[in-house]
Structures are given as C-alpha cells and as structure tokens.
C-alpha cells in the first residue's frame, strides 16, 4: 500500500515538472529543432539591426524613431495594404470599428518600447541594459498567465533560470572586457527607461500571441503597420526634427538605414510565425543570444576582445530554451485563427506539426487506461507468478 502512495506521488511531482512520460526521442523531436533555428534567425536579425546601429552612432546619427519609422511604413505598405484589398469582416474598416483602440494600446506599447530602450543608453550603461532587459521574460510569463491563461510548469521556471544565468554569464563577460562603459549621466533614469521597455514589449507580445494565434497574422501585421507608422510618424514630428534635418545623407548612411529597415521588417514578419509555433515567452527566450551574435560580429568589424565566457553563455542559453520547449505548455484559450491568412500556408513546413505536436503532448500527459487487449497480454504472466 505504502508503494503505491509512493509511486503515485512520484507520478504527481513528475506530472507537474513536466517530466511525466517522457524519453529522447520526445524531446529531442524535428520541431523542436526547427524552433531552435528560427529562433537563432531571429537572433540573427535583431544582430543586423545591432550592428547598423553601431555604425549610425559611429557617423554621428542618432535618430531611432527615424529608423523605426522605416520599418513600420514597410509593414504598411504591405501588410496594410492586403487588409485594405479584403472584403466583409475582415476588411480593414470593419476590423477598426470594432478593435481599433485594442491595436491603438498595441502600437503605441510597441513603438515607446523601441524608443525607451534606445533612449537608456544616454542614461545608463551597457551592462544594465543587457541586465534589465530581461526582465521582460518574467513579466510576459505574468501577463500570459493571466490573460492568455498560459499554464507553465516547474521546468519552465527551471529553464528560465537557466536561460538567465546564460545572460549573466555575457554580462560577466563583457565586464571582463571593459565593455561596460556608457553614460552615466542618471543611471536611475536609464534604468528606470529599460524596465518601462521591457513592461512595454511585454504587453506588445502578448498583444501578438493572442492575436496570431486567435485571429491571424495578417490582421496583426497589418494594424501593427498602420498604427506604429501613426504614432512614429508624430513622435519624428516632435523630438526628431533637428536630428534628420542634421543628416549628412550619403551611399553609406542610405544603405545602413535600408539595412536597418529591411532586418527589423523581415523581423516583425517572420517573429509572428515562431510566436503561433512555441509562445511569446520562448521567442524572448531565444533572441537572448542576440547580443551574443552581436558581440561575435564586434570580434571582427569592432575589434572586441574574445572570452571564453560567450561560448559558455551561448551554450547554457540554449540549454535553457531547450528544456523550456521541450514540455509543452497549456492554454485554455482556443486556438481560431484564420485559415485564409495562416502562418500554416506561407510556411506549411514549419507549422504542419503543431496540431499532432499538441495532441501528442496531451497524450502523454493523460493517464494511461488498460484496455482488455492489456489485460490478456498480462494474464499468461500472473499465471506463471502463481
């Protein structure tokens, strides 16, 4: 009696780690590796904009909602454009006369997220940024669980620290380097920038997983174009006039802005893709290792110098965000998004599995019922015990 309470209680603390039922080869599946490499091209892509950056603050130019503003209008060219050429509800007036102010809160969360952040390296230093960012993965887990109803379990947690000490690990690394240097003209301020950012991007995420994966990814990219090209386009008006007119526009500042551009819009449009895949919370995850790309690119075009630690850190990040996808998570939100605008039918490959995936999951996690072919296949061998 006492070894059935036993094994029934391991099978509990088993269930709730996410643990339960589990060997190799349901980890380690194609799909999870597929979530491992769009997420390192996200990566990759934050790493293009990193670097345009550094070389627009190298030529004196210092205009982020300029460069915003770009990518935004991008996505209403062509994204908004699509939504304006439906027709019946999913037209682009229909959609604002009953959501509008849900996309207004969206856009505007979006576009102050990407300005405060940039705003806080006049403030604060490089390591604080790198630190405080990362708060933005505990408060989406926060959001999600209460307005995305997003069960996680204790792996998630696990993996999440672990992802954290990866960060930790960059951050001592770049320490070591010298690479904390930045103004520290009001730290409080800076940092008080970072956190607001990362509430902020938070909110715009979680905006996003509910929207692609309830409604589509269209619609999404869609408002998200018309609304940041609004809200950008008057914050330029007000605080960025002076900074554009000072411009010395040429070849090599017109190509880092298209660069910039084109790697934030390929950003914003492939990121919705892996979001309906895995969860807002395991894409922030994964775009930890953007710095880390962005540090392996200085060690060539900057001249950084090499540590051991970024390797140790890239390693223990991906780690981390392996244990995070690897058990899945629960939502009791459904899942209704369009099948005309789909992720599925631009990208059919990466997307095919997440049905089956999902029901498997849930597979696992339900307790096994003996059937009656169970049971005559057991008999013969009580028989012989006897």
């Not at 030529?59 to 503003?69: D, R």
């Not at 230093?125 to 997003?150: E, N």
């Not at 001249?303 to 390693?315: A, D, E, K, Q, R």
């Amino acid at each position: 009696m006492e070894g059935h309470e036993e094994e029934r209680l391991c099978g509990k603390w088993r269930f709730a780690c996410g643990l339960y039922r589990y060997n190799l080869r349901d980890v380690f599946t194609w799909r999870l590796l597929k979530t491992i490499l769009m997420g390192q091209v996200l990566s990759l892509l934050i790493c293009g904009t990193a670097v345009s950056c550094k070389y627009l603050a190298l030529a004196e130019v210092e205009t982020p909602m300029l460069q915003s503003f770009f990518n935004y209008v991008l996505l209403l060219l062509v994204y908004t454009t699509i939504l304006c050429t439906r027709k019946g509800d999913r037209n682009i007036l229909q959609i604002l006369k009953t959501k509008w102010w849900k996309y207004l809160v969206m856009g505007l969360a979006d576009v102050e997220a990407n300005y405060t952040v940039v705003k806080a390296y006049q403030f604060t230093t490089l390591t604080s940024i790198q630190l405080l960012d990362c708060f933005v993965i505990p408060v989406l887990m926060v959001l999600s669980w209460f307005f995305l109803k997003t069960r996680y379990r204790l792996v998630h947690f696990v993996a999440v620290v672990v992802c954290l000490f990866g960060v930790g690990a960059m951050v001592g690394a770049d320490i070591l380097a010298g690479r904390e240097k930045g103004s520290t003209s009001d730290v409080v301020l800076g940092d008080g920038l970072v956190l607001l950012s990362a509430v902020l991007y938070a909110v715009s995420n979680v905006c996003q997983e509910y929207t692609v994966k309830n409604l589509s990814r269209i619609e999404f990219l869609g408002m998200m174009g018309l609304f940041g090209t609004l809200i950008s386009g008057i914050h330029l008006v007000v605080l960025e006039t002076r900074a554009v007119a000072a411009i010395k526009w040429d070849f090599h500042i017109s190509m880092l802005f298209a660069v910039y551009a084109l790697c934030m819009y390929a950003l914003y449009s492939f990121m919705p893709v892996v979001v309906k895949m895995t969860s807002a919370t395991a894409v922030n995850l994964s775009l930890l290792t953007a710095d880390l790309f962005s540090l392996f690119c200085g060690l060539f075009l900057f001249h950084y110098t090499f540590s051991t630690l970024y390797i140790i850190s890239f390693v223990v990040i991906t780690v981390g965000f392996v244990m995070f996808n690897a058990v899945p998570m629960y939502s009791a939100l459904p899942e209704s998004g369009s099948s005309d605008d789909d992720p599925a039918e631009a990208f059919p490959d990466l997307t095919a599995e997440s049905s089956s995936d999902r029901l498997l999951s849930e597979g696992r996690d339900a307790p096994r019922t003996e059937t009656p072919e169970d049971a005559a296949a057991l008999r013969p061998k009580a028989e012989e015990d006897l």
